[in-house]
């Protein structure tokens, strides 16, 4: 009698045990999935961040070449300030 009480709380024990396990394979499979997709976010944004640079560097370009006022506002409300830059072979003088 004795035997078969303790391999009773042993096996409930153990179901127990086996249900916690799923709900926190379920809980960890979730956080695994929102890693992922902040992991892509994040690579996505970093293959953005080179054609950002070349959209600010083009956009800066043409408002010096062409004094365009507007450009310029619009770069310097995004914060970015322009400072035309020297001629070549007058680096340094």
């Known amino acids: ?3 078969r009480f303790v391999s009773t709380i042993v096996s409930c024990l153990v ?3 086996v249900l916690v396990n799923i709900l926190l394979a379920i809980g ?3 956080l695994q999935s ?3 997709e902040r992991q892509q976010m994040i690579a996505q944004a970093i293959q953005l ?3 950002h640079r070349q959209v600010v560097g083009a956009l800066a370009e043409m408002a010096v070449k062409t004094n365009d006022a507007q450009l310029k506002e619009l770069l310097a409300a995004s914060g970015f300030s322009l400072s035309p830059s020297p001629a070549p072979g007058k680096v340094g003088k």
Request: net charge neutral; glycine share 0%.
């Open 28 to 30: 960890n499979q979730s």
């Open 15 to 17: 179901l127990v045990l």
């Open 49 to 51: 961040e080179a054609v």
């Open 34 to 36: 929102e890693v992922s």
């Open 1 to 3: 009698m004795k035997r």
